[in-house]
């Protein structure tokens, strides 16, 4: 996925290239701290070239490019100012006494270090480009959601998980029972459900329950398997604990 944008290099702009910008580290997946990191290191990006790349009496033109793939997340930015030496910035002495600080080089030293690489090139005709490019957040699988219903004994138990069972051989990874509606379980069905929880801990899953009625959480209690299944108080807390994108069945 790419978008592009043209603006004009002024101070003005830097809301506009940050939303911009927001919008792209959505679509990639980032979290907040991340999204606000990647800004951060754009917003210092542009403001070195609205402040020195053109006269501040006629600003030149922006573009900011951002794309991502797979595994990265880059942000482009091109200007047809001077050009631009990082070298010759002197690194920030950010360990010095505060007296002895002047804060020269600052915006760059954050770059670097939000950002997993930092390139700086001028290509014909005079066009000056940073890259920068961050690593995308490892992608949390689909949380396949299933709701239990009735009693989980040796009569039924086995049927009410056959569907779990059937997508953990398509592939899911990440399993929320919801037991709100099972008013009885007995060691059968407690048993079917350690063979489930030692099946997808076998393909790298995880399994988590919630909702859980009063009477069955005191058979979960008295038998210790509390401490085998994590068990959220509701649906909606098991699936913020798993963090992915939901598909209920």
């Known amino acids: 996925m790419r978008d592009v944008l043209t603006t004009t290099a002024e101070l003005d702009a830097l809301a506009t290239i940050g939303a911009f910008v927001r919008v792209g580290l959505e679509h990639a997946g980032f979290d907040e701290r991340g999204n606000w990191q990647v800004q951060l ?16 009496a006629s600003p030149g033109a922006i573009e900011v490019i951002w794309w991502f793939d797979d595994t990265t997340f880059g942000v482009e930015l091109r200007d047809t100012g001077k050009p631009f030496d990082p070298a010759a910035v002197p690194r920030p002495r950010i360990d010095a006494p505060l007296e002895e600080r002047d804060g020269g080089g600052l915006g760059l030293y954050l770059i670097d270090q939000l950002m997993d690489t930092v390139t700086f090139a001028r290509e014909a005709p005079g066009v000056n480009i940073v890259r920068m490019v961050r690593r995308r957040p490892a992608q949390a699988p689909a949380v396949r959601q299933f709701a239990l219903h009735g009693r989980l004994d040796a009569r039924h138990s086995a049927a009410a ?67 085998l299944f994590p068990i959220h108080p509701t649906a909606a807390d098991g699936l913020r604990a798993f963090g992915g994108p939901t598909r209920a069945s």
Request: some cysteine.
């Open 41 to 56: 290191a754009v917003d210092e990006a542009a403001t070195n070239i609205i402040q020195h790349a053109y006269p501040a």
């Open 161 to 227: 998980l056959a569907a779990v069972r059937t997508a953990l051989d398509d592939g899911a990874r990440a399993v929320l029972l919801d037991l709100s509606d099972v008013s009885f379980i007995s060691s059968s069905g407690l048993r079917d459900l350690i063979v489930l929880l030692r099946r997808v801990r076998a393909v790298g899953g995880e399994l988590r329950l919630c909702a859980l009625q009063p009477l069955v959480a005191e058979v979960f209690a008295l038998t210790g398997f509390v401490q």
